[in-house]
């Protein structure tokens, strides 16, 4: 039996910056090296729970929730300098200008899989830490998620 070769020419390396960011992201970096193939980083900012309750609330009736709004606001416009800075910190200027850097608001996974399909991935990247055994067979993650409803292969980095 032939067995055909695995060619990767565009990876998506989704991430939420948890404390082992950098390991996954080395291992994307690797991989991406290896086949020679574009590597693009997202940060999806899970906006959804502030829209629904600035629509729902309104911003007039609470000045709690527009205290969040703004402090929400000022974290997505300041997002993409924020990520640049810790990967520059982490790995260098080199890094920073070698991949493509995607920050975008709302649904993780909805968002994670949109991407993927827009800019034609052929490799999704994700990192996860699990917490015990119930918590890592619970369909609530992101990355259960991803594996249950994208269409392109999905490499789950896990860290202990």
């Not at 502030?50 to 969040?68: C, Q, W």
């Not at 300098?81 to 608001?105: H, M, P, S």
């Not at 994670?112 to 369909?139: H, Q």
């Amino acid at each position: 039996m032939h067995i055909p070769e695995i060619k990767y020419s565009n990876i998506l390396f989704a991430t939420e910056f948890s404390e082992q960011w950098k390991e996954v992201f080395i291992q994307a970096i690797n991989i991406s090296k290896q086949y020679d193939a574009k590597l693009t980083l997202l940060h999806v900012l899970n906006t959804e729970l502030i829209d629904l309750l600035i629509f729902d609330v309104g911003l007039e009736r609470s000045s709690a929730i527009n205290k969040k709004f703004t402090l929400a606001k000022d974290y997505i416009e300041n997002a993409r300098k924020i990520i640049l800075d810790r990967i520059t910190e982490a790995f260098g200027e080199e890094i920073v200008n070698q991949c493509n850097i995607i920050v975008e608001r709302g649904n993780p996974v909805k968002t994670i899989l949109a991407v993927a399909e827009e800019i034609k991935c052929d490799l999704i990247v994700m990192g996860f830490k699990g917490r015990g055994v119930s918590e890592d067979y619970t369909l609530g993650s992101t990355v259960n998620k991803v594996l249950h409803k994208s269409k392109l292969p999905v490499m789950v980095v896990h860290n202990i």
